[in-house]
């Protein structure tokens, strides 16, 4: 079972930027499509960006587009999340994840989570 850890979490003034990380253990990193979600208090776990095995390819929430960018280092079993002009809006407890089954943008195709960091976000 992969373990998955987030760290880089914290409080910001809207309009800064954070940049999340995750580390995975195991073997198998590289093989999996890694997505990253976020749980506001009082709502559901929603998508936030997703990156391939390479690493090419990625997805974002229409939410986030253009502000967050997603990548991986795969010699190093790590996932990012930068976000850059950040709102009130996007806090709440930030989750990556390692994708197990076909829609990348559902949280049920994700088999192994990790325990969150916090994001908060000042107006």
């Known amino acids: 079972q992969v373990q998955l850890v987030e760290s880089g979490g914290g409080l910001v003034q809207a309009g800064g930027s954070l940049r999340l990380s995750c580390a995975a253990s195991?073997?198998?990193?590289?093989?999996?499509?890694m997505g990253w979600f976020r749980q506001a208090p009082g709502k559901e776990r929603e998508f936030v960006a997703a990156?391939?095995?390479?690493?090419?390819?990625?997805y974002y929430a229409d939410s986030v587009k253009g502000r967050f960018t997603v990548s991986r280092d795969n010699a190093k079993n790590m996932v990012y999340l930068q976000m850059d002009s950040l709102k009130p809006s996007d806090t709440g407890v930030y989750y990556c994840?390692?994708?197990?089954?076909?829609?990348?943008?559902?949280?049920?195709?994700?088999?192994?989570w990790g325990q969150g960091t916090q994001v908060t976000v000042s107006s």
């Open positions: 994840a390692r994708r197990e089954r076909i829609d990348i943008r559902e949280a049920r195709s994700y088999g192994s």
């Open positions: 195991g073997r198998t990193f590289s093989s999996y499509t």
């Open positions: 990156v391939s095995t390479s690493g090419s390819i990625t």
